[in-house]
């Protein structure tokens, strides 16, 4: 059975910090292309980071230097640290693979159909 469970959501203030961790388990764990996306309301569904077999990553424009992904293999567990948090981060954070497929290009050019497996999503609220 496939299963991903975020957790590590939160509020806090504007240039606070906080850590997403995503358990995987069945064949999640083992993706090749693994990553964080955010939706917030009425928009679509966003990539932020992504992360592959070989530990390469991707970051989306607007987090970029904020915002590291790193996995812990052993673990079987994906984190997104969020430094310097911004109000426009506000959003419910889903951490997706996609299985067998490998990441073949930057986060921001995937849609949600393009990963396979999902979490439920962990909600990130940033107040100014």
């Known amino acids: 059975q496939v299963q991903l469970v975020e957790s590590g959501g939160g509020s806090v203030q504007a240039g606070g910090s906080l850590r997403l961790s995503c358990a995987a388990s069945?064949?999640?764990?083992?993706?090749?292309?693994m990553g964080w996306f955010r939706q917030a309301p009425g928009k679509e569904r966003e990539g932020v980071a992504s992360?592959?077999?070989?530990?390469?990553?991707t970051y989306a424009d607007s987090v970029k230097g904020r915002f590291t992904i790193s996995k812990d293999i052993a673990e079987n567990t994906l984190y997104l640290e969020m430094n310097s948090l911004k109000p426009e981060d506000t959003a419910m954070y889903y951490c997706?693979?996609?299985?067998?497929?490998?990441?073949?290009?930057?986060?921001?050019?995937?849609?949600?159909?393009?990963?396979?497996?999902w979490g439920q999503g962990t909600q990130v609220t940033v107040s100014s």
């Open positions: 997706a693979a996609r299985g067998g497929l490998r990441c073949s290009r930057p986060v921001g050019e995937y849609t949600k159909n393009d990963f396979h497996f």
């Open positions: 069945g064949s999640a764990s083992s993706s090749a292309c």
């Open positions: 992360i592959d077999s070989t530990s390469k990553t």
